[in-house]
């Protein structure tokens, strides 16, 4: 690996840069398992499963790790068992530990076709906020919808619309756990040229002299976990002037499929964003 590339990224990512040993495939995946575990308090064990490919020259592994509690908590002694309902309230449900709470929440309700609703879930540093975002009649399909036409715009102008407002939210308990393999998801992003060994061009990161080959990237993979409880810290009470009164109480029920959007609002930058199809 050049220098020059590994001084950029210690100096503007703070990035640990460590050797690998492709013939030592076991202890290479070890070392990177270890830090992924690391920085994720454990959450994370198993970055690389298997043995990484003797033809493997760079890992580039990069992790994130929130962790913070609600600003208005969810009451654990109201956490009971309620449905869900995966393709809308008319099809089959399966139960879930619903959670409730009541309190003075930003909150938005589109007036388009869309019909979407949003709640705002702050976290006790206020810089940060968890949004649940549902269609009317809410299913998978709607949700699906939903996500064919969102933009990052639409988003950020239905979180600038919020205002502060008496809310009741019914939010399922879950802990959800992914992995996926991002490659088709590059590949429609344009990322195409450094996918190919025939067009990749990592000169700047790698000295392809060196290393015999020309570098390209053959695997990119993501793992998610993240806990939703009721773990939280009391409402301010200095907000609750804000509210609405003359309005009646707005209303978001996750007994039917959402999506979850998790923003740093201080730099706008997302944290986590999905859908909750499952959230078992």
């Not at 976990?225 to 810290?233: K, M, Q, R, S, V």
């Not at 978001?252 to 959007?261: Q, S, T, V």
Request: aromatic share 8%; hydrophobic share 40%; net charge positive.
């Amino acid at each position: 690996m050049r220098q020059q590339y590994v001084m950029l990224a210690r100096s503007l990512y703070g990035a640990l840069v460590q050797p690998i040993d492709p013939q030592n495939s076991g202890a290479s995946t070890a070392m990177i398992n270890k830090w992924v575990s690391d920085v994720t308090a454990g959450k994370i064990r198993n970055m690389i499963e298997g043995s990484l490919s003797p033809s493997s020259s760079v890992v580039i592994a990069n992790a994130l790790y929130f962790k913070a509690k609600w600003k208005t908590q969810f009451e654990p002694l109201v956490t009971r068992d309620a449905p869900f309902f995966p393709d809308g309230l008319d099809g089959p449900s399966y139960r879930v530990k619903m959670m409730s709470l009541s309190g003075c929440l930003p909150f938005y309700k589109t007036r388009d076709a869309l019909d979407v609703s949003i709640v705002g879930l702050p976290y006790r540093d206020d810089t940060s906020t968890m949004y649940l975002i549902q269609p009317a009649n809410s299913s998978r399909a709607a949700v699906r919808r939903l996500q064919a036409s969102l933009t990052g715009k639409m988003l950020d102008s239905w979180i600038g619309q919020m205002k502060l407002q008496s809310t009741n939210v019914r939010l399922p308990k879950m802990h959800l756990r992914n992995s996926v393999d991002l490659l088709q998801s590059f590949q429609k992003l344009g990322f195409n040229s450094i996918l190919s060994p025939a067009k990749s061009d990592l000169s700047n990161m790698i000295d392809s002299k060196t290393s015999g080959q020309n570098p390209y990237v053959n695997q990119i993979l993501h793992k998610l976990d993240l806990a939703i409880d009721e773990e939280g810290t009391e409402g301010a009470a200095a907000t609750s002037a804000l509210v609405d009164r003359i309005g009646s109480q707005r209303q978001f029920n996750g007994n039917a499929p959402f999506l979850i959007y998790l923003r740093h609002d201080a730099t706008g930058l997302p944290l986590f964003y999905g859908p909750i199809f499952d959230p078992r």
